[in-house]
Nanobody, 123 residues
């Protein structure tokens, strides 16, 4: 099992930026596809971005394309989510997740989850 710990959340004004980090420990991180999901109060968990084990393939939700960038550093066992031009509707708890196999936008495909980090965007 992979242990995932997110950090980097906080309060930011609309138009601002944040970078989330997800540090992994446990079984081989470098062979795992990784994803970021978010959940706002009263809403279902939704896909944000995913990256393949090599970093060569990425996928984004339409709502964040052009604003968010997912990346990973396998030497540091860490995946990142750079969030720019933040909007109030980006407010949510952001979760990091990992899975063996191909990248996926479906949270049911992910085996390992972090505890989440709160992102709040004020208008």
């Amino acid at each position: 099992q992979v242990r995932l710990v997110e950090s980097g959340g906080g309060l930011v004004q609309a138009g601002g930026s944040l970078r989330l980090s997800c540090a992994a420990s446990g079984r081989t991180f470098s062979s795992a596809a990784m994803g970021w999901f978010r959940q706002a109060p009263g809403k279902e968990r939704e896909f944000v971005a995913a990256i393949s084990w090599s970093g060569g393939r990425t996928r984004y939700a339409d709502s964040v394309k052009g604003r968010f960038t997912i990346s990973r550093d396998n030497a540091k066992n860490t995946v990142y989510l750079q969030m720019n031009s933040l909007k109030p509707e980006d407010t949510a708890v952001y979760y990091c997740a990992g899975r063996n196999g191909l990248i996926s936008g479906n949270h049911y495909d992910y085996d390992d989850w972090g505890q989440g980090t709160q992102v709040t965007v004020s208008s």
